[in-house]
């Protein structure tokens, strides 16, 4: 059974970091792509970063450029997400993903076939 575990989720005050990790296990996510989402209250499910297969290559969406960095250890199979300079508008529930690819084929939450349960991020003024 393949399985996505998030962790690293908190409370922290605008400005801070965080970081988080997301745990695969049962499949061999070394060759997948991978996504972090964030989903905030009212709002559509919405694409943050994603990684290719061996690390070389990243993709952001404009709001997280220059503040999120996304990097994936697949020795341990694992993805992380770096936050750093947080605001209240990056509060939401994050969620890991992979694609069945070794290049994300698209931003889009419907192109990924694996999820995480999700760890919330809350950060205040």
């Known amino acids: 059974q393949a399985q996505l575990v998030e962790s690293g989720g908190g409370l922290v005050q605008a400005g801070g970091s965080l970081r988080l990790s997301c745990a695969a296990s049962?499949?061999?996510?070394?060759?997948?792509?991978m996504g972090w989402f964030r989903q905030a209250p009212g709002k559509e499910r919405e694409f943050v970063a994603a990684?290719?297969?061996?690390?070389?290559?990243?993709y952001y969406a404009d709001s997280v450029k220059g503040r999120f960095t996304i990097s994936r250890d697949n020795a341990k199979n694992t993805v992380y997400l770096q936050m750093n300079s947080l605001n209240p508008e990056d509060t939401a529930v994050y969620y890991c993903?992979?694609?069945?690819?070794?290049?994300?084929?698209?931003?889009?939450?419907?192109?990924?076939?694996?999820w995480g349960q999700g760890t919330q991020v809350t950060v205040s003024l």
């Open positions: 993903a992979a694609e069945r690819a070794p290049r994300p084929s698209d931003y889009v939450a419907a192109r990924y076939d694996y």
């Open positions: 049962g499949r061999t996510f070394s060759s997948y792509a």
């Open positions: 990684i290719n297969w061996s690390g070389g290559s990243t």
